[in-house]
T-cell receptor
Framework: AQKVTQAQTEISVVEKEDVTLDCVYE???????LFWYKQPPSGELVFLIR??????QNEISGRYSWNFQKSTSSFNFTITASQVVDSAVYFC?????????????????FGQGTILTVHP | GEEVAQTPKHLVRGEGQKAKLYCAPI?????VFWYQQVLKNEFKFLIS????????ETGMPKERFSAKCLPNSPCSLEIQATKLEDSAVYFC????????????FGDGTRLSIL
């Protein structure tokens, strides 16, 4: 069965520090999709990035960057020069293609989330 | 519309009462997903639809939960005979495709069972 683990429950940093949020996943499918979502204190879920299993290129978007490594089943998220507005819960999620059978086709399996607090 | 619209934002029910939540997906999105978030962190998948057809209902509690997506109407999630443990935030998401396209989430409905 698919599984997503975010081992860091809470991270606290001071503004302008860089911070990396870890995500490790398990799947038997060869085709799958990985996502990061942000949940600010207001409660909504904001989509940040999607990566498919065949594309291991790292991606940078402004202060955000993502490192996808199939060899270690990891999809880590780095915020450079963190800001107070980055304070939120960040979720990593996995969606499977369903090749290995089972009933996981399409649904998102979320990690437990990492609470990031950025202090001024 | 351009956003997933969930109503109501908050819903308070006494234990044993019925609760009904609504979700209008983004126009043009064929898939709708319902998730339950308890204790602020843990997400549980409930059910998904492809248009008005159930796509995956493996996460739905069999006895008290039901959901529909009818043409030209918001999708709905109904809980009969609510229990205290049903207290959670219920999120609806929609997407163009079932796996590759990202799911875009509504703001959620906070259900409080007293």
């Amino acid at each position: 069965a698919q599984k997503v683990t975010q081992a860091q429950t809470e991270i606290s940093v001071v503004e302008k520090e860089d911070v990396t949020l870890d995500c490790v996943y398990e799947t038997r499918d060869t085709t799958y999709y990985l996502f990061w979502y942000k949940q600010p204190p207001s409660g909504e879920l904001v989509f940040l990035i999607r990566r498919n299993s065949f594309d291991e290129q790292n991606e940078i978007s402004g202060r955000y960057s993502w490192n996808f490594q199939k060899s270690t089943s990891s999809f880590n998220f780095t915020i450079t020069a963190s800001q107070v507005v980055d304070s939120a819960v960040y979720f990593c999620a996995l969606s499977e293609r369903g090749e290995a059978g089972g009933t996981s086709y399409g649904k998102l399996t979320f990690g437990q989330g990492t609470i990031l607090t950025v202090h001024p | 519309g351009e956003e997933v619209a969930q109503t109501p934002k908050h819903l308070v029910r006494g234990e044993g009462q019925k609760a009904k939540l609504y979700c209008a997906p983004i126009k043009g999105h064929s898939y709708v997903f319902w998730y339950q978030q308890v204790l602020k962190n843990e997400f549980k998948f409930l059910i998904s639809f492809q248009n008005e057809n159930v796509f995956d209902e493996t996460g739905m509690p069999k006895e008290r939960f039901s959901a529909k997506c009818l043409p030209n109407s918001p999708c709905s999630l109904e809980i009969q005979a609510t229990k205290l443990e049903d207290s959670a935030v219920y999120f609806c998401a929609s997407s163009q495709g079932v796996t590759q396209q990202p799911q875009h989430f509504g703001d959620g409905t906070r259900l409080s069972i007293l």
